[in-house]
Nanobody, 121 residues
């Protein structure tokens, strides 16, 4: 599976962005997808995951109520709608795929290249 994340940018605090993770290659609908982020000098952290059916979703506490993950298997795409963005959301955001949903980055087999999100105060 090849993944490509897009949709990042520079926004102000309180704004919204929608990230996309487009997949090609093997049947994307057979994989769960996770979003992770990595800020400068920090470890990569879990943001959200969605299982292959879209029925099992979870979020990091830091983004609950502000971010929404969804998927459109017909388009081989997973989305991360981010609202009420805060400066602490600034990071490179990565999407990843695995046979099941996991909280830990090392359980994912396939990774996109990352997209930068910068939130100014």
């Amino acid at each position: 599976v090849q993944l490509q994340a897009s949709g990042g940018g520079l926004v102000q605090a309180g704004d919204s962005l929608r990230l996309s993770c487009a997949a090609s290659g093997r049947t994307f609908s057979a994989y769960a997808t996770g979003w992770f982020r990595q800020a400068p000098g920090k470890v990569r952290e879990f943001v959200a995951f969605i299982n292959k059916y879209g029925g099992n979703i979870d979020y990091a506490d830091s983004v609950k109520g502000r971010f929404t993950i969804s998927r459109d298997n017909a388009k081989n795409t997973v989305y991360l709608q981010m609202s009420s963005l805060k400066p602490e959301d600034t990071a490179v955001y990565y999407c990843a795929a695995a046979p099941r949903s996991f909280y830990y980055a090392d359980r994912y087999d396939y990774w996109g290249q990352g997209t930068q999100v910068t939130v100014s105060s």
